[in-house]
Every structure is written in C-alpha cells, then in structure tokens.
C-alpha cells in the first residue's frame, strides 16, 4: 500500500515537473516527499532494498506524470492557453502556504528575508527573459545529431535535474531560455504514442527515431539528479530556513511566466474561474496531505 500510495502521489511531481511555471520539487515537499526522496538517492548504498523499493515507487509515479500529462498539456496548452495557464497559476499559489509551514518547521528569522527576496527576484527575472508566448514555446522542433548536439542535450539533462531537484526553479522556464521546450515536451509526448504502435517493429523505429534526443538527456538526468540531490541536503542539513525562504522566493517568482498576455473578454473571466478553482483545490489538496 505504501508503494502505491508514493507511486501515486509521485504523479503529481511529474506532472509538475513539465507543467510550465511549476517546479516539480516544491510539489514534492508540499506532497512529504521531498527530504525522504534525498535521503533515499544520498543514502542508497546503505540499504539498497530499502531506498531503491521507495526510489522505484517514486521513479514509475514521475514517469507516468510526465509522460501521459505531456500530451495533454500540449493539447491544453495549443487550444486553452490562457485557461490552461491560469490553472496553473492556481495550483501555484495554493502551494505557497505549506511551503512556508514548512520552511518554519524549525523557527523563523529575519535574515530569511534575505535569500526570499534575492531569488524572488531572478524568478520574476527569468519570467520576463522569455518573451515568447507558451504556444510557441510547445510547437515541435528538430535537432541535427552530432557530438555538439549530444554533449548539449546531456547539460539540458543535467540542468532539467537542477529543476527537479531544488524545489521552485521552473524546468520548463530553463528549458523555454535554452530553446529546447517543444524539442522535450514533444519527444516525451512520442513515448506514449509509441507505446501504442500496432506491432514490435513499429514500435522499435519509432522509439530509435527518438532514443538519439531522449538517451542524452537521460544520462544528463541521472548524473544531474545525483549532484544536486547531494548539494541539497547539505543546504538543507546546514542552512535549513534560508534555503526554504529562497525556495519559496523561486516559487513566487515563477507565476508571472504563467500569466499570458490579457485580453479583457469572457475567456479572461473563465480563466479567472479556473484559477480560484485550482487555488482553493490545492489548497485542500495541500491540507489533506500534511494531515
């Protein structure tokens, strides 16, 4: 039961994890998953049955977040933008809370502020360096194979672990600055379309016909995963408070890359609609969880 349960719960970080604007480990410490989760990865060696059983339960619900929701999210995103994003944008906010319950697990301190306001800032900062629309962001775009290219989508590996690793950095914002968002999401996509293929050989071409984008970005991933997982519970062991506060500063600064651009008309008040939806559904969410 408790395999399933972190398997399911997991969905949730992999479907934040590819949600523009979210971060998939803030979700992660809203959902008590976060610290198990470095421990386990730092910790792996010493009871591999142990760690490795939770990191598997944690690995299948991510995998199924990323790859079922990124179809979707295209979808969504290419006819919905403006409601899509707006959900996001609530789902957010409703985080927020929880996420300063427990950066005060351990008391409060003024000089928090500091890293709150310093991250704050280059969130909001990295929002405003994208000045292309979510829409364009999703269209597909190819890549030409050769050892440049390779050794480029190992670093966006290794950059998409930084994303998921240290809670309230956007993956989806780095990925939208380095160019490569729709070249992702849209291979990702493809795995579940490969899944369904009607026979072995299909599905063997479809998948080498992508394994040259995904293979690098896997190695990238594993080796990022590892780094940051370590960095993390150093910050985390040493400077508790002051590495939530900067977080939650990330976290913050992330929602106006989720804000597209207004029109006042019907589709801005029914996207007004989804947002205290999806705010007052996390925030239950939320409360559920920690209970």
Excluded: W
């Excluded at 399911?8 to 809203?30: D, E, N, R, T």
């Excluded at 979808?75 to 944008?89: D, P, V």
């Excluded at 780095?174 to 729709?182: C, H, K, Q």
């Amino acid at each position: 039961m408790v395999f399933i349960k972190n398997m399911f719960l997991s969905i949730f970080i992999g479907v934040g994890s590819i949600a523009p604007g979210v971060s998939g480990g803030a979700l992660a410490i809203v959902l008590g998953l976060y610290e198990k989760i470095l421990d386990a990865i730092n910790n792996l060696l010493k009871d591999i049955k142990k760690h490795g059983t939770f990191l598997l339960s944690i690995g299948i619900g991510v995998a199924l977040g990323i790859i079922i929701f990124s179809s979707i999210q295209l979808k969504l995103i290419k006819s919905f933008e403006m409601q899509t994003m707006f959900t996001f944008a609530g789902l957010v906010v409703g985080t927020v809370p929880a996420l300063l319950k427990t950066a005060n697990k351990k008391g409060f301190n003024n000089k928090y502020i500091i890293p709150f306001c310093i991250t704050l800032a280059i969130g909001i900062l990295f929002s405003y360096l994208n000045n292309t629309s979510i829409s364009d962001n999703v269209r597909s775009t190819e890549i030409v194979l050769n050892a440049k290219n390779i050794i480029f989508l190992i670093v966006v590996g290794f950059i998409m672990a930084g994303s998921l690793v240290i809670p309230g950095i956007s993956g989806t914002v780095l990925l939208f600055l380095l160019g490569v968002y729709g070249l992702v999401l849209n291979s990702i996509s493809s795995i579940k379309d490969i899944l369904f293929l009607s026979s072995i050989k299909a599905m063997f071409y479809a998948l080498i016909d992508k394994i040259y984008i995904l293979l690098p970005l896997l190695i990238g991933l594993v080796v990022g995963t590892i780094f940051f997982s370590k960095l993390m519970e150093i910050l985390l062991k040493h400077f508790y408070g002051i590495t939530y506060y900067a977080i939650i500063g990330f976290v913050i600064g992330s929602i106006p890359e989720l804000i597209p651009e207004i029109i006042f008309n019907k589709t801005f008040i029914l996207s007004l609609i989804f947002f205290f939806i999806a705010l007052i559904l996390s925030l239950q969410i939320n409360r559920l969880v920690k209970e």
